[in-house]
């Protein structure tokens, strides 16, 4: 099995924190949807022989920004070129663009799934991400999609916002159990060099919350959603009811799948590879019949290191008779010492053949993977 994920490449504006590819330009939205196609078209051969696709995901960008009929073009130019066994068909939007007749128009392309940027209950700390929507938009957002018939809802959040004390993010909290949608993605306020935050920190106009604040939001949102049935099944995805996000999962188990769009990534199971991050580009190259794409070989160092970059991150952990297997590689003896002081320190778990994160252990993920690295 694979998935497909579309990266659309448009916003109303720009999130003051957001250091993904996209643009505010909407003058040429057509045109680039008819490339996305052409791309589809051109890139069948790309996964596996016949793999079926599973999962289909819509992200930016704000895949919601686009016209309805634009979004039914990209879907059917899928459906005419894969083998589709779709379970989940996800699309990314913002409260602000959900009315009912968008809503019933996705849910009869079958599209299942809809992942919702919140980011914040607060209107003080949405207008500081210079967010398009307001809160009480959030609310109706919520209300419209259940009403339309979705079954599955996504709110993403984002926490670490610079204050006093925890009550924004608390508050934030609170109406998210109001609400109760079956999957939450909270990510911590991160500043990248590019960002208009990024701009401001350099220039001593802005102070990041510190990374022991940051680390107490984390506890605080484990703390909150664990005891009322979320289960935290990626250290930034929590879900109840099953509602695990399955083209996200299949990112982490190392399912291949085939990225479309400016600045899109695509794992063939093998090798990764990215298209070209610029929209004028991406279109002329298409347009000339070339590929926008480069392809990126791993090496089996890169591989056994991504694996354990992904597979720690999850609640079904780390292999280790996974790496015996397909890598000849005995992590339970080359990094015997480092995995037993980890135990010992309370922050990995090692049961049999698995290793996994404790909740203190995934404050520190990135760190302990590197640690283990080849």
């Known amino acids: 099995m694979a998935g497909i994920y579309i990266h659309i490449p448009f916003c109303l504006q720009a999130c003051h924190y957001c250091d993904f590819h996209f643009s505010t330009n909407l003058t040429n939205t057509s045109q680039l949807v008819a490339e996305l196609c052409r791309e589809l078209v051109l890139r069948k051969s790309y996964l596996p022989h016949n793999t079926p696709i599973e999962s289909l995901y819509f992200g930016g960008g704000t895949p919601s920004i686009l016209p309805t009929e634009e979004i039914r073009k990209i879907y059917q130019t899928v459906r005419e070129n894969y083998d589709c066994q779709l379970k989940e068909v996800t699309l990314e939007a913002n409260p602000d663009d959900l009315e009912e007749e968008k809503l019933e128009a996705y849910l009869k392309l079958g599209i299942n799934r809809l992942s919702i940027g919140i980011q914040s209950f607060n209107d003080e700390v949405l207008r500081f991400y210079n967010r398009s929507h307001h809160a009480v938009q959030s609310f109706a957002a919520l209300e419209k999609a259940r009403s339309a018939g979705f079954k599955t809802l996504t709110m993403d959040l984002i926490y670490g916002y610079p204050h006093a004390d925890h009550s924004i993010w608390q508050q934030d909290l609170a109406k998210t159990l109001e609400l ?195």
């Open 180 to 374: 109760a949608p079956d999957h939450i993605s909270a990510y911590c306020l991160t500043i990248e060099p590019n960002t208009a935050l990024g701009i401001w920190q350099k220039k001593g106009k802005f102070d990041a919350a510190s990374e022991d604040f940051q680390a107490e939001q984390f506890e605080i949102l484990q703390q909150t959603l664990a005891p009322v049935g979320y289960i935290q099944y990626e250290i930034s995805n929590f879900a109840k009811n099953n509602a695990f996000s399955l083209h996200n999962s299949n990112y982490w188990k190392g399912v291949p799948y085939l990225g479309i769009g400016p600045a899109a990534h695509s794992f063939d199971g093998q090798n990764r590879g990215h298209n070209v991050a610029n929209n004028a580009r991406y279109i002329k190259m298409l347009q000339n019949k070339q590929l926008p794409f480069q392809e990126s070989k791993l090496s089996r160092e890169d591989r056994i290191n991504e694996y354990l970059l992904t597979s720690l991150r999850t609640i079904w952990g780390t292999k280790t008779g996974f790496l015996k297997e397909h890598y000849d590689w005995d992590i339970l003896t080359e990094k015997k010492k480092i995995l037993n002081d980890f135990q010992a320190q309370g922050l990995i778990h090692l049961d049999g053949e698995t290793i996994t994160l404790t909740d203190r252990g995934k404050l520190l993920a990135d760190y302990l993977a590197s640690a283990l690295f080849i």
